[in-house]
């Protein structure tokens, strides 16, 4: 058993596992809600416990290697490092809020419901900790396979259509990965136990040559690519942010598309320097050219989860230029991004699930005026809006400034043309404000209440929570420090 | 030193304090009273005022600063510290843009009394972040820092644009500012990154003291991309469409932020920068051009506008041209000066036409004012100086710091010259065809109009009276040496500034004779249009008849809205329109779901997958697996 070896890693993992299989047999839909909710908080406390422990020498690396699978060459072994710890601190502040925010939503059988939110949690945190590929494929599986659940059986109007496309795309996906996985084991060494391993350790220092490394590179960054996801990949996304349940939508994508980006900078980068170094520009084109598509799309929807979908693989793919440029300064841009997009997009779908849930629409043609009648929750959207768009101050601004910084020592003119998104992102944001909240309330608008204080606290947190990391984000770069200098140093 | 040590420990409150403002304000808009949110926010400016005295007096002895306060970001590859930089030049727009900012808050007070107290103290909330962010922009030590407070003046401005947000016209004002100003932004950023990417540092320490390093390419390149943000903020073309739009928003706010300060950050950022400009010829002239080009083509549109605000705002954006045209031949210090300069007597002409409107109930339209002398002899004394003092006539303000900027043209390159007094001719022209169409004749608008005009209270005429005499006065700072020996005593307060560009700059010697000759023509000029305008328009009749041939044109601004709206509005729309309709559904969706098809229909075929099955089936291997996972953890 355990014995003496639980540790934070362990607990993060394990803590939203049992708490979701629990969830499945609790009666009445009350008693389930407070019980995921108290589960969020209880892992939220662990995770902030793994951020004030981080220069403890005795929790530093927190390795612990179970032998499971020991004639596999596979173990059960997690850790923690500075990224790991930023991307378990975003899964475990997401969760609570996004309970608080849905709190008043109803589902049937919602004890399946919440068990299935917390499997992903679950399934979530040991992706970001897993340090043994198989085991790392198992919590990509096991973070995924619940929102096909979540989405099919309590999904929009279409979600059978859309669940459909989004397992197509991410199970495909997943299976080239899997490939792609056992290929490189059977490449590795030999473990006392077994001919080879699954350990990161391993997977890192595996020689291929690149040959090997050409196409090996597709299987894994395709998987990667889906789940961020880049241009041509990315059509499954706005259709399932339509049509999953809100809830999981704010899970998809203030947390999952993290996965990929996730995948990318602890697997593929380390594993292939020589395709990397071969395909980075081709990828840096796809995600460039996906932000301004995506942008410009963005434009015309008319329906406000698709312009957040569209702006939301707009910013990824920013990030995903900004890993393949190896640049130190891009990296650590990518580091705080990933926290800052997750925070901001959650708060935008918390917006957005307000006013529908008043009003039963969220289409933008349809509302007006809504800052008359909700002023509270106009100013938070606004904020929350504009940290969207990087205003200086906000969480947005240090890291797209980074990423572009960096991308601009890659290529001047790749980041000339990506930087037009920077404008488009004004034109689509300022659109949406001006006609859903300014002008003159509508019949439909009229009668609109603004938010109660619940609502009040929970936005007020996402807008506290963009202010500090926006004024003060230097916590976050002494976090990723040493994940980002392992990372480049491979490419100097 | 121990002044030096006081200057350390109270600076940072001159922006702190508007901060604090805003947030007392904002948070507090339901139950202040409006004489709480109006002292609240004019104090807290009056505060950094007061403050900023002090420092700019401190300065003056010589204690200039660099005061670091935190890392802001501290990484292996980039440092930007949240850096104060106290100096002659940040100090003296210090004094401009909390004492032009505080009589301007003084004046709200008044101006905007009809509104409901919740949005009087929203009012001042955002006038007080834009303070704010204008101290951010001015006082920051780095580039970075700089473009917190740049970003910061436009969202204020946005806001304030947009203030009467139920006017969807209104609206889009404020969204086309905030997307102008973005596209000048994207290039003050391409700038930052080319900076960083060559020397490492946006520090303007470091990037000043090693600006050798520097290719003539690249300091071309970052010169031309900081003026291409100094364009879009300070509406210049061809980024200027957005300001004469801007005057939607409430007419204190033209005052302050489209008028005294925020227009001219771009200046402030070129002079500030002045080193890297002096470096790049090739950039100098082209902003000398695109400065003179847009002083001339503003000009010519205000010839012909109705609108008082209009001409007010195209007058803005011609005077900005110039102070460009100043800092394009080398003439920073004139260009500085007329910055000075103009927020005094531009804030004081829109004060004016805000108290005109005011009086007039809301009305704009100059066509239907006129006679206005006799009911509001205050507001019309300040005017007549403002207007004094734009149009250069001798002793007033305008007069010594547009004198330095066309003299700078002159040595340069006598064409400039020459179409700069032509522009300064039109100025006089279009201003005192304001001055008359406003003040003098008959009164041409309703009777119940006429009924109400009366003059301002206090709180507006007291800001108009204290501008008025600074419109006035303010120009004695900058005698030139042919007047009076060692009279110009902002060009020596400011000389550190400027002295390592002074140091490789070509010195242009001009004869006293010239320089009175050139005086002399240009105040003639404009003497004589002056006379011309103000006889005509003293005697104007509504006719209602329009405009015909270049009259139309020039009332038609040139159809550069129009222009751009069918060059690049209209392409990128459609542009998107065919993504959105065409590529992502037919082509990149569209192959997508044939591939989703094809497995469906193989599928069927078997009869094992069917759709509503596999999930079932998926759910049995995971739990499979979930099951043999937990079977092996706990064993």
Redesign the interface.
Known sequence: ?FGNDITIPHLLIFFPLVAGLLAFFIKGEASVKAWSLFAAFITLFISLAALYFRNDAALSGTVFN?E??KYMGSS?SVSLDGMGRILTFLTAFSFPVIFIATYKNTYHHSNTFYGLMLLSQAGLMGVFLATDALLFY?FW??AL?PV??LC?RWGGEKR?AAT??F???TFTASLLMLIGIIYVYLQTGPTPFSDHSFSIQAFHSVALIPSQQNWLFWLFFIAFAVKMPI??L???QPDTYEQAPTAVTMVLSGVMVKMGVFGVLRWLLPMFPAAVAKFDNLVIGLSVIGMI?AS??A???DDLKRLVAYSSIAHIGLMCAAIFTT???AV?GVMIQMFSHGINIIGLWIVIDLIEKQLGVRKISQLS?V??KAPVLTIMLVVIA?ANIA???TNA??GE??M???L??YS?WY??FA??S??LA??YT??MV?KV????ANSLTAGMRDISMNEKIILGVIVVAIFIAGV???PF?DLA?DTV?AIVTRFK | MGLMNNILQIVWLIPVLPLIGFLINGLGRKNLSKSVSGIIGSGVVLASFLISVYVFFSVKEGNTHLAHY?????????KVGFDFQIDQLSSLFLLIITGVGFLIHVYSTSYMHEEDSKDFAKYFAYLNLFVFSMLLLVMGGNY?IM??GW??VG?CS?LLI?FW??N?NY??A??KA??MN??G??GF??A???L??KLGTANYKDVFANVSQLSTFDITGITLLLFVGATGKSAQIPLYTWLPDAMAGPTPVSALIHAATMVTAGIYMIARSNILFTMAPTTQAVIAIVGLATAILAATIALKQNDIKKVLAYSTVSQLGYMFLGLGVGAYTGAVFHVMTHAFFKALLFLGAGSVIHAMGGEQDMRNMGGLKKYMSITHITFLLGCLAIVGMPGFSGFFSKDEILAGAFAKNPLLWGIGVLGALMTAFYMFRLYAMTFLGKFRGTHEQEHHLHESPAAITFPLIILAVLAVVGGWIGIPEIFMHGGHRLEAFLEPIFAQSNAIAAKHEMSHSTEYMLMGISVAGALIALLYAWNKFSKYEKTGAEETGIGKILANKWYVDELYNSIIVKP??S???F???V??KNV??GF??G??RA??YGSRQIRLLQ?GQ??TY??LM?VG??VL?II???L
């Open positions: 058993m179970y499971w699978l059960f198992f599986e096991l396979i096909y659940f099919s059978i459909f496309k397992f197509i795309y241009f041509p990315h059509t499954w598509y410009l799309i434009i015309k929807q640049k130190q300064i650590e005026g800052a008359h504009l205003l200086p101050l601004f240090v400034f980074m572009f910084s960096g601009f020592r001047p980041t000339a930087g037009l920077i404008i004004a034109v300022l659109n001006q909240f300014y002008g003159e003060y984000p230097q770069f420090k200098t | 935190f890392d802001f970001i501290n990484t292996s590859a980039l970075i473009f917190i970003e910061g969202l946005y947009g947000f139920k969807n609206n889009a404020a969204k905030f997307v973005r596209i932004d994207l950023l391409l930052v990154f080319w960083l990417s990128v729309q542009m998107a329109a993504f959105t309709n590529m992502e990149v969706d997508v779901n591939v989703g497995v469906n759709s596999v999930s998926v759910l995971v697996i979930l996972f092996q953890l706990f």
